[in-house]
Nanobody
Framework: QVQLVEVGGGLVQPGGSLRLSCAAS????????MSWVRQAPGEGLEWVSS????????HYASSVKGRFTISRDNAKNMLYLQMNSLKLEDTAVYYC??????RGQGTQVNVSS
């Protein structure tokens, strides 16, 4: 079955960086566009970024554009999110998603001074 496992979250100060990773299995990873979404405390799911099948096209929410970079390694079935210049409002659980109904268990990112 499809499995998506995110790691890399943690506590970071404003202005800091984190790199999230997502290990995918149970499907042909290279055939699917992938996304990162997040859910802040008390809020709904927010789309963060997407990448096409070969990594040649990426898209970002305006709130993270210029600070976050999505990438993938199809040989390793891995999806990444490099997050720089983190802000307090980036605090959320981050999920990698194959589609709107399929995402991992999430990894917590806390940005706090």
């Amino acid at each position: 079955q499809v499995q998506l496992v995110e790691v890399g979250g943690g506590l970071v100060q404003p202005g800091g960086s984190l790199r999230l990773s997502c290990a995918a299995s149970g499907f042909t990873f290279s055939n699917f566009a992938m996304s990162w979404v997040r859910q802040a405390p008390g809020e709904g799911l927010e789309w963060v970024s997407s990448i096409n099948t070969d990594g040649s096209s990426t898209h970002y929410a305006s709130s993270v554009k210029g600070r976050f970079t999505i990438s993938r390694d199809n040989a390793k079935n891995m999806l990444y999110l490099q997050m720089n210049s983190l802000k307090l409002e980036d605090t959320a659980v981050y999920y990698c998603a194959k589609d709107i109904q399929t995402r991992g268990q999430g990894t917590q990112v806390n940005v706090s001074s």
